[in-house]
Each structure stands twice: as structure tokens, then as C-alpha cells.
């Protein structure tokens, strides 16, 4: 269904920017049944690489939903310590991981948000308690994600197409998000490095003490953490210094806000897919970095028992600046995923901050990071909040304000470098 030489560059992708295996490690492939074709070559490619073994760990919209629908209460508890053990294990062990993923966004539209909320907690629960989190939030383990369509999924972006037409229509637009329409994809992805390093090299030199959206429904300050860093792009994991991409596609320069040192009013750009469920039109009240009220017109239900899993999860733990003239954005299409959606539009997340993006922060233990301003918790919960009405101001301890986004483009400075 889907040309033949965009998957194999899809694949080459995958391997050489997002994860940059290197021969003797291992592989860790969590994929959609819906994505074989992909899958398969990626760990074909993966052992012509010099991997030592590929793991695969199947991703079924059906067998997920299946839990909900039918599941005992047991069923929502039925998470252990030997199940992260065992990814702990495989990172130790030299193994990177690859999410490919294809899940429809309404997938859990109509189960019950107390037993999502429930599982999801003591899933995140175990992962922290083990350790497990920590390897991908410090970089300790290299990871991608990356996505197919799947057809539920499709016909939600394409819905006057049905099938395998809505699923290839929607693969042109991801090939479109991740460059590989594009005659050398890996040389489009150092050009690209290369200009998200012009932004981040700003936003470091700059060191604001906290930036200012503007915009309709929104009036936000967010003021950022002690040592904190800019990212974007490629990144190096903590061990051996090895350069990745976290997500394909990326278009964001991030950081990491204060969880204290948050106020005023945000609304979101673009839907929210949460656990199967999309959350519509939200607005946000901050007061000393938590948020103290809230709305949504859909989903408001699921929201509030995520934004309750734990004291972090309704702070902010990311902040990122995104250009309204990304990839993504030129589509002109709503994906209802979060991985491509909030690489066309500034965002921010609730929950869980990056140990790497703070100075030194991929070796501190998370009391040292909290010390410092960077959110704990148990979630990760990107939402958007950007778009071309939307203003960016950064603002340094001595009160100067400096443009950062202006009509939806970053200012000449930034860009020119």
C-alpha cells in the first residue's frame, strides 16, 4: 500500500537519526500490529547494522481496549516490579528503544476515565518506584517514537476516506512531518539540527528568568527553573555521548520550568488525545505554579482524574517554543496525536520535567532536582497552547524583554544567528 522506497527511508530514519544504533547494542521495538511492514524492516536493517538482537513488544488497539471493556477490577492493578525490571535489565545491557506506534485516538472514548486513570497510575507508579522512568528522562537510554496510521486513527484525520485510502493519506502527511519525502531525509535532519541549535544557543546565552505568552485566552508567565538548559533536535544521551532524537518528527526547543513560578491563564490551541479519549477547548488557571482551575468542553472527566494521579500532576514539568511554519503546521491538518501536533504549535507539559534539561541534572537524584525547581511526578502531558496569535517574550532577571516569537516565526536574531 505504501511506496516501497519512503518506508525504507522511514526505516533508515528510524535507525540512523532517531535511535543512531550502533553495532553490538540491542533493540528494543514497541510497534503497532498495524505497522509489520515497518517493523519488520526495521529489524532487518537493525541486524544489518550489527545489532546483537531485536526484541519486538506488540502494541494491539483491540487487546488495550479489551481491558477496559471487560477487565475485573484486578485487571487495573495488575502491574509489577518485574515488568520494568526487565526493560531496566535490557537498558543496562546496552539495549535503545523504539516506539512505533499507530493508536487511534478514540480508542477508550467510552470506558470508564476512573479504571484508565487507575491502571495508568499504577503503571507510572511502578515505573517510577523502579527506576525505570529515569533512563529515558536523563538520556541514560537512547529512544525514539515514530508512528504509522492506523486505520482508526486515519479515518479520524481523513473521515470522507475510508481504509487503506484514509491510512495512505495519512502516511503522506507523516512522511511530509518527518522529511522523507525528501531526497536525503538524514542530510534534511542535520540541516534541520542545525537550525533548532541556532534557537537553543540563543535561548542559553540569553538565560531568561521566565518567558510570557500572549494571546487570545492565554496570559501566561512561566518562570524557569534553576540551571536549567534549552534542547532541540538531536541530543546526547548521558552515556557515551551518543546523539539522538527523542521524537520524529521534532520541531521544538525545550526547557525546563520552575514548578513553582507559574501564573495566569492559558488556553489550548488544539485537542488533546488522552487515553483514547480527545479532550476539547481547555483553559487553565495557574497560581504559584499549580493549576487552581480548569475547563474543557469534551473529555473534562478524563482530565481531572489524570491532572489528580499524584502533587506533580498539575504543575508543569516542559515548556517548548515551536514555530507556526514547521512541517507540520504547513499541512494545515489536525492529527489528534500529540507527537505531531505539538510540533506545530508552542506547548507545555504537565507532570514529569527532563533531568537532561538541567545543567548537570541527568546525574542528580530527584530530591536535587526538585531543590531546583523541576517538577516530579508520576505523568508527562503535553498539550498545545501556540499558534500564529500567540506571542512569546522572554524576560531576564533584570526585567529586559526580548522578543523570541512574533506572528507565529521566530525573530530575525534567533534565526540568523
Given at each position: ?13 528510524i ?41 519486538y ?43 512505533i ?28 518506584d ?7 528522562m ?28 484514509a ?18 531525509p ?21 538565560q ?25 533536535g ?19 526547543v ?28 481547555m ?30 500532576a ?11 511554519t ?20 508552542c506547548?507545555?507539559?504537565?507532570g ?66
Amino acid at each position: 500500500m505504501y511506496d516501497s522506497k519512503m518506508i525504507e527511508k522511514y526505516a533508515d530514519l528510524i535507525l540512523k537519526v532517531g535511535i543512531n544504533l550502533q553495532p553490538g547494542e540491542g533493540l528494543v521495538l514497541s510497534g503497532s500490529t498495524e505497522a509489520l511492514d515497518l517493523l519488520r524492516l526495521v529489524t532487518e536493517k537493525a541486524y544489518q547494522m550489527g545489532a546483537k538482537d531485536v526484541i519486538y513488544m506488540p502494541l494491539d488497539d483491540r487487546m488495550n481496549r479489551a481491558r477496559f471493556a471487560y477487565g475485573p477490577n484486578e485487571a487495573f492493578e495488575a502491574y509489577d516490579d518485574y515488568r520494568a525490571e526487565y526493560l531496566i535489565h535490557l537498558y543496562e545491557d546496552r539495549y535503545q528503544h523504539a516506539f512505533i506506534p499507530s493508536t487511534d485516538p478514540n480508542l477508550l472514548k467510552d470506558m470508564d476515565p476512573a479504571k484508565i486513570a487507575a491502571y495508568n497510575r499504577k503503571v507510572a507508579g511502578i515505573n517510577q518506584d523502579t527506576g525505570l522512568s529515569k533512563y529515558r528522562m536523563t538520556g541514560k537510554t537512547r529512544w525514539t517514537i515514530a508512528a504509522m496510521p492506523g486505520e482508526g486513527w486515519a479515518s479520524l484525520v481523513f473521515p470522507d476516506k475510508k481504509g487503506e485510502e484514509a491510512k495512505a493519506a495519512l502516511f503522506d502527511l507523516i512522511a511530509h512531518a518527518v522529511r522523507i519525502d525528501q531526497e536525503d531525509p538524514i542530510q534534511a535532519w542535520r540541516d534541520h539540527n542545525d537550525q533548532l541549535a541556532k534557537v537553543r544557543e540563543y535561548m542559553n546565552n540569553r538565560q531568561f528568568d521566565y518567558v510570557h505568552f500572549k494571546g487570545p485566552g492565554t496570559d501566561l508567565k512561566v518562570g524557569l527553573a534553576d540551571g536549567h538548559v534549552w534542547l532541540g533536535g538531536s541530543k546526547d544521551s548521558s552515556v557515551g555521548s551518543i546523539d539522538y532524537v527523542a521524537n520524529m518528527p521534532t520541531e521544538e526547543v525545550f526547557t525546563t520550568p520552575h514548578k513553582d513560578r507559574v501564573d495566569g491563564t492559558v488556553r489550548s490551541t488544539k485537542p488533546l488525545s488522552l487515553h483514547g479519549n480527545l479532550i476539547t477547548d481547555m483553559e487553565f488557571t495557574f497560581k504559584d505554579g499549580k493549576v487552581v482551575d480548569f475547563s474543557a468542553s469534551a473529555g473534562k472527566d478524563v482530565l481531572e482524574n489524570h491532572l489528580g494521579q499524584d502533587e506533580g500532576a498539575k504543575r508543569l514539568g516542559e515548556i517548548a517554543l515551536v514555530e507556526n511554519t514547521s512541517p507540520i503546521a504547513e499541512t494545515g491538518k489536525l492529527f489528534y496525536n500529540t507527537l505531531f501536533d505539538e510540533n506545530a504549535s508552542c506547548h507545555l507539559a504537565f507532570g514529569q520535567s527532563y533531568g537532561y534539561a538541567m545543567k548537570g541534572g541527568a546525574n542528580m537524584e530527584k530530591n536535587e532536582l526538585e531543590a531546583l525547581g523541576a517538577n516530579q511526578s508520576m505523568i508527562h502531558t503535553d498539550f498545545m497552547i501556540g499558534g500564529a496569535d500567540v506571542a512569546v517574550t522572554g524576560y531576564t532577571k533584570d526585567g529586559k524583554a526580548y522578543p523570541i516569537i512574533v506572528d507565529g516565526s521566530y525573530v530575525k536574531e534567533i534565526v540568523e544567528g
